[in-house]
């Protein structure tokens, strides 16, 4: 690499959402903008204007922000490369254009949507298997016709050959009778991709371009480009495809590739990054991270050639073990994700410390946050949702009394800690020859409204002594009903 520090961007289209597999191209970026102490700029590429949104280009900065992959220069925080978005960029497309054109390296083309549809059913002709290629038939046309409309094409040469060493596929090359004069700024004034991201990548400095391997029938163009005007072309690093199970492209067909969809499934940022590095990239048999770790540990050497599967319950099983380890997620961020989907569940003034206490009851057992805020339910729901099998089940009407004696025994408790709760019903129980099962589920379904939950004890501590004690007034009442149902 060059002694320079890198220069490196991410350059989606915003057309649409948040692809995982552009967040995985951004993070190699990323990393390694990071790792180098280089600059990562956001580059928004919004010259399909049917499509392009300024909704979605919000969607991508937030899902970006979300994903903690910041930016030194973009849209929305300037720089000195500035503007971020193409079409703010039209005027300096149309200068190397011209520059270009006085080079020899490009022409006007006048050609008539009429003439070039009669050339392809020419070659259609002669055989239906045939790909048209432009002929070049403005490359020497005089005198021009400035009141026709016009496109700007390459002069692609046609000998030769293009060869570039990649940092993940190695040397590549390909013969330049393979190209054509293609187009590089359409007759409405707008640039095609290879022209366009060209420019920008020469007048924002880029020294690396590291993007999918479905762009390197893309990369003799843009070095032909360099070449054409003058400049020194950045560094390639092509990487592996991001693949379904069934091994075709990836796409929603086969289940959530927007990155907003997994953050609304609960999952953690650094959870799916560490999944998705993986594609492409290893560092031996280590599957969980940091982002921090990535940085220290990211490197081109370490890239993979091979195109990789994408596995939702691999993905699933990483991101829980992000959301239940202290070193990867920690409090303060799991009471946030907590809190976040109780807010959705339409919880307000939520009491974040007693997320806090519940958090290590249910850590090891909700693998998302969504299923964090279900489990948290009975904490903040007042009175809490009755399972109606479970109540059917356990508070009946041979229930009642020992039911009331338990509630007796929590309201005289002289501490509300799990530990001496425990002791006190144990006590209890050994003196009337009763057994735990004979109360402790019919207290945890009038406690928490469910038969399933962290131990009964810990729970009602958490609760406290009033909201306990009118749950089990209410368990009391339900199971003396059901004795005259």
Known sequence: MSSAKPRLRFAPSPTGYLHIGGVRTALFNWLWARKTGG??????????????????????????SWLGLNWDEGPDVGGPNGPYRQ???????????????????????????????????????????????????????????????????LKAPSSGTITYNDLVFGEVSTPNNTQQDWVLIRND????????????????????????????????????????????????????????PDGTKLSKRHGAVAVGEY???????????????????????????????????FDWERCSKSDGKFDFKKLAAVAFEHLKRDDLTSAKDYVDGAEKFLTKKGFANIDRNKIEEAMPMIRERAQTFIEAADALDYFFREPPTMDEKAVKKQLTADKAAHLATFRQLMANAPSFKAKELEAIVLEWLAKEGLTLKDVAQAARVAVTGRAASPGLFEVMEVLGRDICLARLDRGIEICKGSAQA
């Open 39 to 64: 600059t990562f700029i956001l580059r928004i590429e919004d010259t399909d204007q049917e499509r392009s949104t300024p909704e979605n280009e919000q969607i991508i900065l937030r899902d970006l």
């Open 87 to 153: 079409m703010e960029r039209l005027a300096l497309y149309h200068s190397f254009a011209d520059k270009l054109i006085e080079k020899g390296g490009a022409y006007r083309c006048y050609c008539t949507k009429e003439e070039l549809d009669a050339q392809r059913e020419a070659v259609k002709a002669k055989d239906p298997k045939g790909q048209f290629r432009y002929p070049g038939t403005c490359r020497d046309r005089k005198p021009p016709y400035p009141e026709r409309p016009y496109v700007v094409r």
């Open 189 to 244: 004034g707008v640039p095609l991709y290879n022209f366009g991201c060209v420019i920008d990548d020469i007048t924002m400095g880029i020294t690396l371009v590291a993007r999918g391997r479905d762009h390197m029938i893309n990369t003799p163009i843009q070095l032909i480009l360099y070449e054409a005007l003058g400049y020194t072309p950045p560094q390639f690093a092509h990487l592996p495809m991001m693949l379904a």
């Open 263 to 297: 953050r609304e499934k609960g999952l953690t940022p650094d959870g799916l990054l560490s999944y998705l590095v993986r594609f492409g990239w290893s560092f031996g048999d280590e599957e969980i991270f940091t982002k921090q770790s990535l940085v220290e540990k």
